[in-house]
């Protein structure tokens, strides 16, 4: 059973940076498409961004485009996000999600879910 734990999470000024983390266990992320929600409170979860099994293809929401880059290492089994230029609206508890798929070069923010695992969530707070 795959078991994703974020970490990474914090305070952080506009305009800041966070490198969030996940680490995957009880299997390979290899065969899994991961992706990166958000939910602010009193909002609907959001997709942020995903990668790709193979790590071949990466999608974002226009919302971060520019500013967030995800990536994987499959031999570490960990998957990170890269927040740079943070606003105040990027608040919110993110979560690493995976989902496996036969699509290995393949990923999708649309549609939470499509995501059969979930890590527990860590807090980003973009304050002044």
């Known amino acids: 059973q795959l078991q994703l734990v974020e970490s990474g999470g914090g305070l952080v000024q506009p305009g800041g940076s966070l490198r969030l983390s996940c680490a995957a266990s009880g299997s390979s992320l290899g065969s899994y498409a991961i992706g990166w929600f958000r939910q602010a409170p009193g909002k609907e979860r959001e997709g942020v961004s995903c990668?790709?099994?193979?790590?071949?293809?990466?999608n974002y929401a226009d919302f971060v485009k520019g500013r967030f880059t995800i990536s994987r290492d499959n031999v570490k089994n960990m998957v990170y996000l890269q927040m740079n230029s943070l606003k105040f609206e990027d608040t919110g508890i993110y979560y690493c999600?995976?989902?496996?798929?036969?699509?290995?070069?393949?990923?999708?923010?649309?549609?939470?879910?499509?995501?059969?695992?979930w890590g527990q969530g860590t807090q980003v707070t973009v304050f002044s």
């Open positions: 999600v995976a989902i496996w798929t036969p699509y290995k070069d393949a990923c999708t923010i649309d549609g939470y879910g499509r995501y059969g695992y």
């Open positions: 990668i790709s099994a193979t790590g071949s293809a990466t």
